[in-house]
């Protein structure tokens, strides 16, 4: 999160990166910007400068870079890193302001990212609404030992097939499943074209957390994620990207493939 404000040439240059490599959609850096998370790392002062820093500098990346419509996401997620979640309430102030920053600021339509619960989720759904911009929701999945998809930190407690069931098509244009092993895309997509009617997104991960930083190691190469790519496309997807571990080369790569 600070790395917006004190480092905003290199995520300028990244926005472009992406987009000369073919992306129609870049993310905004805000997926862990929500005041609480920033309170916890002593910077819930630049809360406000952060996420409008963070749109800014998508859409300036957008302008020196783009050839062709490209849109920008603002990215919410309720991922604490580890801390308490705050009350429902001041989650629910916390994300509205936040989304209110970045529709201010430039966002074309937001993404709930690495959506694993619930309650949490649908407060998140709730505040992004309210700026009247469409909202898309990521979940994030992985597969059980019995086989069953399950959203990823909940030890099994909430399947995929459970979120879903509080969605409608009306009120979510898009649900991806996104920061995911691309192993446990199949699955995942499965369990969506059975209990989700509308339109479906998918971008994996690939690597591992290892703490305080996402570890770049049996990265899977751009070939062989495009051809997975084209598997998800015979399933139905029609939004494909990449999350942590998935670089402007695969991009590159998936357009070239996909067209």
Request: glycine letters at 6%; proline letters at 4%; aromatic letters at 8%.
């Amino acid at each position: 999160a600070s790395s917006t404000i004190a480092q905003p040439e290199i995520l300028r240059q990244i926005h472009e990166e992406y987009i000369r490599a073919g992306a129609d959609i870049i993310i905004t850096n805000t997926f862990s910007t929500s005041r609480h998370v920033l309170d916890s790392c002593n910077l819930a002062d630049k809360f406000k400068l952060i996420n409008a820093t963070a749109a800014r500098i998508a859409v300036e990346a957008r302008d020196n870079a783009a050839d062709r419509p490209i849109y920008i996401a603002g990215s919410i997620s309720t991922t604490t890193f580890g801390e308490e979640q705050p009350t429902p309430a001041v989650a629910l102030t916390n994300f509205n302001d936040q989304a209110n920053i970045l529709a201010d600021n430039g966002v074309d339509f937001f993404v709930l990212e690495m959506m694993r619960d619930i309650e949490y989720t649908n407060i998140a759904h709730q505040a992004a609404k309210q700026t009247g911009l469409p909202v898309w929701i990521g979940y994030s999945t992985n597969v059980d030992d019995e086989g069953k998809v399950q959203l990823t930190y909940t030890q099994g407690t909430i399947s995929l097939a459970d979120a879903l069931q509080t969605l409608s098509v009306k009120e979510t244009p898009l649900v991806s499943v996104m920061h995911t092993l691309t192993e446990d895309i199949q699955p995942s997509l499965s369990v969506l074209k059975e209990k989700w009617s509308g339109p479906i997104g998918v971008y994996a991960h690939s690597g591992e957390f290892i703490m305080p930083n996402w570890q770049f190691i049996d990265i899977i190469s751009p070939e062989a994620y495009a051809s997975e790519a084209q598997k998800w496309v015979a399933q139905g997807v029609q939004v494909i990207g990449g999350c942590c571990g998935i670089g402007p080369k695969h991009i590159q790569v998936l357009r070239e493939i996909l067209g």
